[in-house]
């Protein structure tokens, strides 16, 4: 099995920024798709960022976001720039696992969340 844990959130004013950081581990082979996902309270949760062999951002986000890999070490960064209030939401990580070489099935594994708020 595989845990993904999540960190960097906080709180922070409009226009700043923080870097969220999540880590996986356990069995893996290889991690196809790293993203992220928020979801507000009463809200859905949504896509903000995808990576895989190129990289996917919600239209919200776009010019303020970016996602980054380090595969090496099987993590994934968002960097969130010029916070915005609407940004205010628990930011869940999102890996599809090949646990091994010959693995015929992708399992997709989530982390608890980190919280991020956009206030003064």
């Known amino acids: 099995q595989v845990q993904l844990v999540e960190s960097g959130g906080g709180l922070v004013q409009p226009g700043g920024s923080l870097r969220l950081s999540c880590a996986a581990s356990?069995?893996?082979?290889?991690?196809?798709?790293m993203a992220w996902y928020r979801q507000a309270p009463g809200k859905q949760r949504e896509l903000v960022a995808a990576?895989?062999?190129?990289?996917t951002y919600a239209d919200s986000v776009k010019g303020r976001f970016s996602i980054s890999r380090d595969n090496a070490r099987n993590t994934v960064y968002l960097q969130m720039n010029n916070l915005k209030p609407e940004d205010t939401a628990v930011y869940f990580c999102?890996?599809?696992?090949?646990?091994?070489?010959?693995?015929?099935?992708?399992?997709?594994?989530w982390g608890q969340g980190t919280q991020v708020t956009v206030s003064l």
């Open positions: 999102n890996a599809v696992v090949l646990h091994t070489l010959t693995a015929r099935s992708r399992y997709a594994y």
């Open positions: 356990g069995s893996i082979f290889k991690i196809p798709v």
């Open positions: 990576s895989e062999d190129s990289t």
